[in-house]
């Protein structure tokens, strides 16, 4: 075993420090091999804690020196911890001199090298990597930072808050001092310590206050930091508009590195993020980087308040700061959107991560609740559940309350809490004590079970229409089967957002029984009980119900809708979503028919005469379009069936996609003429939306071309491949060719790479679009593994390992779940080879088979067996080990 496995944390058994540490003053000589930090900490005995020994997490470190009150005391090191039994009385100063070796650091947690430069990762426990701490979140210090390194190697050198004090030193070496004036725990320091340049930009904002912004990134990257720039002021503008949220320091720094095991972080004032997050140019980023880019910028820099200024009290509070920023940045891009159909297709695109994520994740092997019960590894539980449900409990609660409600109880909550390490009670409690008397303060001991139980509840709705009284009444039920570990539930309290629709598609007025007559054509009704029945009255017609309006619950609906009612959604429902989903619907239907009577698809005309509408149709906007005549995905399909054969599923929506390209040719046709853009790029909704569209339609065409022997569109896909003005389109014509597997792809493949050699968020792209094309006859598979030996090729870099590991495994079901099993070996053969050296990534890897207890044979046994290999090794992370051993548990 690696370091022994470590035993659960539980909640349950939080209990606040025996110690606090009030403020640190750190100081770093900065050598790649040996970096000697020295830190003074001046440390306050907990009042109402039993005192004892003083334990400061430390790992992978070397001890130098320890003093207390300037003499020198006694120590000795624990697995993890360095222990002083015998502290001095009362407060005290500890000095501690320790090395550790960023070079060594392959992790990427603590103190790492990237690039030649010096990065930071602290969150979750990665200061402890750094020197001995309260390596917990809620101990908050005041830091004060002195780096101290070469001048020449690294002219820039960058910590927290604001520069005090900066100079030259013997030795071709320089410092610089910062200082952080607000307590923060250590999962917020950074220090970055690199050959980079800034793009700056100074502003004023509303409260009068000057603050200088900036974008750290190499000197050739520079061209390409515009757009977070951009993103960074719209952030700051939104969050002092929506929730009267100023920035808070004179200076706040994104620093840009290529070596990142996620996607950035939020550290105060010094943000730290994955350069796919921040680099962007039209040449090589396509529209989903630019709209990326927007909303991890604006999450980061909201992290500021939810999260930095209010922080967690421990692990188990995490959605705290992440459901409720991922909220606020979903709210974010949906505001910066524009029109309210660009709102809708941002929702429809939350909505379809959440059920690629999420819902798996809640009925698969690592099912937890919002606020986890117990951990092994913290790190593991950064999680679709926590982020996206998460986000989806906070936006609940908006709905209960209102918008305004919700404004307010932000501000009682910042009134409250400002400085503080919190719970996910305390936050629920200021948003409900700010509403008084609405349907979140009635409710919010039931409702808080969305914080404590896993697993995705189902409501079953059945209506009955009563033509001689005028009603038509609503049963609907809710049930939410047993998760892992957690086999009782109880009812949710459920916002579900609905109206009726006659059958012609107007809207009816909503009246219950009892209630005075209104006009009002949508409602949220509040299930609470098992059942509920609504009786509405004044119905002249048999209505078509729209129920879970813009998904107003994370829920799974089961509404009975036969084709003819979805089609009188899709046609007409008001609300964008369920218009969508209404075709999503009619979809998966003639899907799910067809893998699980293993017959060919054979797509009618009811269905793609409906698609022909919405493509054809004058006013809806492109983007809106593209989501409807999209398929669902395989993995999605997979999750509405019982027992999972990928092959099936992936052969169904081919045939789909083959049949919507042949019957709706002419129209395909027309949608590529109809939406190309010209002029300069921008990354807007709008022409982002017609290129879209554009690149379905290209892919659409090329694909029915190849059924039919004819290779026009394939020669106008590549010609739009060499000539394209933007990567956006450059891809979608890429992807065209690699989609009808054409044999031009071959062609432009290596163009593609020859172009843009060098650039490695390119590159990237150049290996995940080759392990995420359509399998056909285990080509893509092939492919993949032999570009495992490409030069460009390293599992070092965690977003080169994601492209292609990640690609294929966990993006790709047809290529990776083969009969022969030669995907799972793939799989373990990666996993364990990362986990040598990067259990946090090995980890995310190991995932992609979270829901193996789901496949049909032969793949049920042999993912297993694949799972079963790893599971037996000896010298496992603590990581991979609680994935697979969870595994193992179903
Ligand atoms: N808070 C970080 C994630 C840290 C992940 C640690 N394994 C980024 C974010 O959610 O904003
Ligand atoms: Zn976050």
């Given at each position: 075993?690696r370091?022994?496995?470590?035993q659960?944390?539980?909640?349950?058994?939080?209990?606040?420090?025996?110690?606090?540490?009030?403020?640190?003053?750190l100081?770093?000589?900065?050598?790649?091999?040996?970096t000697?930090?020295?830190?003074?900490?001046?440390?306050?005995?907990?009042?109402?804690g039993?005192?004892?020994?003083?334990?400061?997490h430390?790992?992978?470190?070397?001890?130098?020196?320890?003093?207390?009150?300037?003499?020198?005391?006694?120590?000795?090191?624990?697995?993890?911890?360095?222990?002083?039994?015998?502290?001095?009385?009362?407060?005290?100063?500890?000095?501690?001199?320790?090395?550790?070796?960023?070079?060594?650091?392959?992790?990427?947690?603590?103190?790492?090298?990237?690039?030649?430069?010096f990065?930071?990762?602290c969150?979750?426990?990665?200061?402890?990597?750094?020197?001995y701490?309260?390596?917990?979140p809620?101990v908050?210090?005041?830091?004060?930072?002195?780096?101290?390194?070469?001048?020449?190697?690294?002219p820039?050198?960058?910590?927290?808050?604001?520069?005090?004090?900066?100079?030259?030193?013997?030795?071709?070496?320089?410092?610089?001092?910062?200082?952080?004036?607000?307590?923060?725990?250590?999962?917020?320091?950074?220090?970055?310590?690199?050959?980079?340049?800034?793009?700056?930009?100074?502003?004023?904002?509303?409260?009068?206050?000057?603050?200088?912004?900036?974008?750290?990134?190499?000197?050739?990257?520079?061209d390409?930091?515009?757009?977070?720039?951009?993103?960074?002021?719209?952030?700051?503008?939104?969050?002092?508009?929506?929730?009267?949220?100023?920035?808070?320091?004179d200076?706040?720094?994104i620093?840009?590195v290529?070596?990142?095991?996620?996607?950035?972080?939020?550290?105060?004032?010094?943000?730290?993020f994955?350069?796919?997050?921040?680099l962007?140019h039209?040449?090589?980023?396509?529209?989903?980087?630019y709209?990326?880019?927007?909303?991890?910028?604006?999450?980061?820099?909201?992290h500021n308040?939810?999260?930095?200024r209010?922080?967690?009290?421990?692990?188990?509070q995490?959605?705290l700061k992440?459901?409720?920023?991922?909220?606020?940045?979903?709210?974010?891009?949906?505001?910066?959107?524009?029109?309210?159909?660009?709102?809708?297709?941002k929702?429809?695109?939350?909505?379809?991560?959440?059920?690629?994520?999420q819902?798996?994740?809640?009925?698969?092997?690592?099912?937890?609740p919002?606020?986890p019960?117990?951990?092994?590894e913290?790190?593991?539980?950064?999680?679709?559940?926590?982020?996206?449900?998460?986000?989806?409990?906070?936006?609940?609660?908006?709905?209960?309350?209102?918008?305004?409600?919700?404004?307010?109880?932000?501000?009682?909550?910042f009134?409250?809490?400002?400085g503080?390490?919190?719970?996910c009670?305390?936050?629920?409690?200021?948003?409900?004590?700010?509403?008084?008397?609405?349907?979140?303060?009635?409710?919010?001991?039931?409702?808080?079970?969305?914080?404590?139980?896993?697993g995705?509840?189902?409501?079953?709705a059945?209506?009955?229409?009563?033509?001689?009284?005028?009603?038509?009444?609503?049963?609907?039920?809710?049930?939410?089967?047993p998760?892992?570990?957690?086999?009782?539930k109880?009812?949710?309290?459920?916002?579900?957002?609905?109206?009726?629709?006659?059958?012609?598609?107007q809207?009816?007025?909503?009246?219950?029984?009892?209630?005075?007559p209104?006009?009002?054509?949508?409602?949220?009704l509040?299930l609470?009980?098992?059942?509920?029945f609504?009786?509405?009255?004044?119905?002249?017609?048999?209505?078509?119900?729209?129920?879970?309006?813009?998904?107003s619950?994370?829920?799974?609906?089961?509404?009975?809708?036969?084709?003819?009612?979805?089609?009188?959604?899709?046609?007409?429902?008001?609300?964008?979503?369920?218009?969508?989903?209404?075709?999503?619907?009619?979809?998966?239907?003639?899907?799910?028919?067809?893998?699980?009577?293993?017959?060919p698809?054979?797509?009618?005309?009811a269905?793609?005469?409906?698609?022909?509408?919405?493509?054809?149709?004058?006013?809806?906007?492109?983007?809106?379009?593209?989501?409807?005549?999209?398929?669902?995905?395989?993995?999605?399909?997979?999750?509405?069936?019982?027992?999972?054969?990928?092959?099936?599923?992936?052969a169904?929506?081919?045939?789909?996609v083959?049949?919507?390209?042949?019957?709706?040719?002419?129209?395909?046709?027309?949608?590529?003429?109809?939406?190309?853009?010209?002029?300069?790029?921008?990354?807007?909704?709008?022409?982002?939306?017609?290129?879209?569209?554009?690149?379905?339609?290209?892919?659409?065409?090329?694909?029915?071309?190849?059924?039919?022997?004819d290779?026009?569109?394939q020669?106008?896909?590549?010609?739009?491949?060499?000539?394209?003005?933007?990567?956006?389109?450059?891809?979608?014509?890429?992807?065209?060719l690699?989609?009808?597997h054409?044999?031009?792809?071959?062609?432009?493949?290596p163009?593609?790479?020859?172009?843009?050699?060098?650039?490695a968020?390119?590159?990237?792209?150049?290996?995940?679009?080759?392990?995420s094309?359509?399998?056909?006859?285990?080509?893509?598979?092939?492919?993949?593994?032999?570009?495992?030996?490409?030069?460009?090729?390293?599992?070092?870099?965690?977003?080169?390992?994601?492209?292609?590991?990640?690609?294929?495994?966990?993006?790709?079901?047809?290529?990776?779940?083969r009969?022969?099993a030669?995907?799972?070996?793939?799989?373990?053969?990666?996993?364990?080879?990362?986990?040598?050296?990067?259990p946090?990534?090995?980890?995310?890897?190991?995932r992609?088979?979270?829901?193996?207890?789901q496949?049909?044979?032969?793949?049920?046994?042999?993912?297993?067996e694949?799972?079963?290999r790893?599971?037996?090794?000896?010298?496992?992370?603590?990581?991979?080990?609680e994935?697979?051993?969870?595994a193992?548990?179903?």
């Amino acid at each position: 075993m690696r370091e022994g496995i470590a035993q659960a944390v539980r909640r349950a058994d939080y209990a606040a420090p025996a110690y606090w540490i009030r403020s640190v003053e750190l100081t770093f000589d900065l050598d790649p091999v040996r970096t000697i930090v020295a830190s003074r900490m001046a440390i306050v005995r907990n009042a109402a804690g039993a005192g004892g020994p003083l334990r400061l997490h430390g790992e992978d470190l070397e001890p130098l020196r320890v003093l207390a009150n300037g003499q020198s005391v006694s120590f000795r090191s624990e697995a993890g911890e360095l222990v002083i039994d015998n502290p001095p009385e009362g407060d005290f100063t500890l000095e501690i001199r320790n090395t550790c070796s960023p070079e060594k650091n392959t992790q990427l947690s603590g103190l790492y090298t990237s690039g030649g430069g010096f990065f930071t990762q602290c969150e979750a426990e990665g200061f402890r990597r750094i020197t001995y701490f309260l390596d917990r979140p809620d101990v908050m210090a005041v830091y004060t930072v002195t780096l101290r390194a070469s001048k020449s190697r690294y002219p820039v050198l960058l910590s927290n808050g604001n520069l005090v004090e900066q100079g030259d030193l013997d030795n071709g070496r320089h410092f610089a001092k910062w200082h952080d004036p607000f307590p923060k725990p250590s999962y917020l320091f950074a220090l970055v310590a690199a050959n980079l340049v800034a793009r700056e930009q100074h502003i004023r904002t509303r409260s009068g206050k000057n603050h200088l912004l900036q974008v750290w990134v190499r000197r050739g990257d520079l061209d390409k930091t515009e757009h977070a720039m951009n993103s960074l002021i719209a952030s700051v503008v939104w969050d002092e508009a929506r929730f009267k949220l100023p920035l808070d320091l004179d200076r706040f720094m994104i620093v840009a590195v290529g070596d990142f095991n996620m996607g950035a972080m939020e550290n105060k004032g010094l943000n730290i993020f994955n350069t796919k997050y921040v680099l962007a140019h039209p040449a090589t980023a396509t529209d989903d980087d630019y709209a990326g880019i927007e909303s991890v910028v604006g999450h980061e820099y909201f992290h500021n308040w939810t999260g930095n200024r209010i922080t967690c009290r421990d692990w188990f509070q995490l959605s705290l700061k992440e459901g409720l920023t991922v909220f606020r940045d979903q709210e974010f891009s949906q505001d910066m959107s524009g029109s309210a159909t660009a709102r809708a297709v941002k929702r429809i695109a939350d909505v379809h991560s959440l059920r690629e994520m999420q819902f798996p994740e809640d009925a698969g092997t690592m099912a937890h609740p919002v606020r986890p019960d117990a951990y092994v590894e913290i790190n593991n539980f950064y999680t679709a559940t926590v982020y996206e449900k998460g986000a989806e409990v906070v936006r609940m609660m908006q709905t209960l309350v209102g918008r305004d409600g919700f404004a307010k109880g932000m501000s009682l909550y910042f009134e409250r809490h400002d400085g503080q390490a919190v719970t996910c009670d305390d936050f629920a409690q200021a948003i409900a004590d700010a509403n008084p008397g609405s349907e979140l303060a009635r409710t919010l001991p039931q409702f808080k079970r969305w914080y404590a139980q896993a697993g995705t509840p189902r409501v079953t709705a059945r209506g009955r229409y009563d033509a001689p009284t005028r009603t038509y009444t609503l049963a609907l039920d809710q049930h939410c089967q047993p998760t892992h570990g957690q086999a009782e539930k109880q009812p949710y309290v459920i916002p579900v957002a609905m109206g009726l629709l006659s059958r012609d598609g107007q809207p009816m007025a909503l009246r219950l029984e009892d209630e005075p007559p209104t006009t009002a054509t949508e409602r949220v009704l509040v299930l609470e009980e098992a059942r509920s029945f609504y009786t509405f009255v004044d119905v002249d017609s048999e209505p078509v119900p729209s129920l879970l309006r813009h998904f107003s619950a994370p829920v799974t609906l089961v509404d009975g809708l036969h084709d003819a009612d979805l089609l009188v959604l899709l046609a007409h429902d008001p609300d964008a979503f369920n218009r969508w989903e209404a075709g999503q619907r009619l979809a998966l239907n003639r899907l799910l028919a067809a893998v699980r009577s293993d017959a060919p698809l054979q797509l009618d005309a009811a269905f793609t005469g409906a698609m022909r509408e919405v493509l054809r149709h004058p006013t809806l906007d492109a983007a809106f379009k593209t989501l409807v005549l999209t398929p669902p995905s395989e993995t999605y399909i997979a999750e509405q069936l019982e027992s999972v054969d990928p092959q099936r599923v992936h052969a169904a929506r081919e045939a789909m996609v083959l049949q919507l390209a042949q019957a709706l040719h002419a129209d395909w046709e027309w949608a590529w003429d109809a939406h190309q853009v010209g002029g300069p790029y921008s990354p807007a909704p709008e022409p982002a939306g017609r290129r879209a569209l554009a690149n379905l339609a290209l892919a659409m065409l090329c694909l029915d071309a190849t059924a039919r022997g004819d290779v026009l569109w394939q020669g106008r896909a590549y010609q739009r491949f060499k000539d394209a003005a933007n990567m956006t389109d450059r891809e979608g014509a890429l992807w065209a060719l690699l989609a009808s597997h054409s044999e031009m792809a071959d062609l432009a493949l290596p163009r593609f790479h020859d172009l843009f050699r060098g650039d490695a968020l390119v590159i990237d792209k150049w290996f995940a679009l080759q392990a995420s094309a359509p399998e056909r006859d285990g080509r893509v598979f092939a492919r993949a593994k032999a570009l495992l030996k490409h030069p460009d090729f390293t599992l070092h870099n965690p977003n080169r390992a994601r492209s292609l590991v990640r690609s294929l495994c966990g993006d790709n079901p047809a290529a990776f779940h083969r009969a022969d099993a030669a995907g799972y070996v793939f799989w373990s053969e990666r996993v364990i080879e990362l986990d040598a050296f990067n259990p946090q990534l090995a980890s995310r890897i190991a995932r992609v088979m979270d829901r193996w207890a789901q496949l049909a044979e032969p793949y049920r046994s042999a993912a297993r067996e694949a799972i079963a290999r790893v599971a037996a090794r000896t010298d496992l992370s603590n990581d991979v080990r609680e994935v697979v051993t969870r595994a193992l548990e179903t």
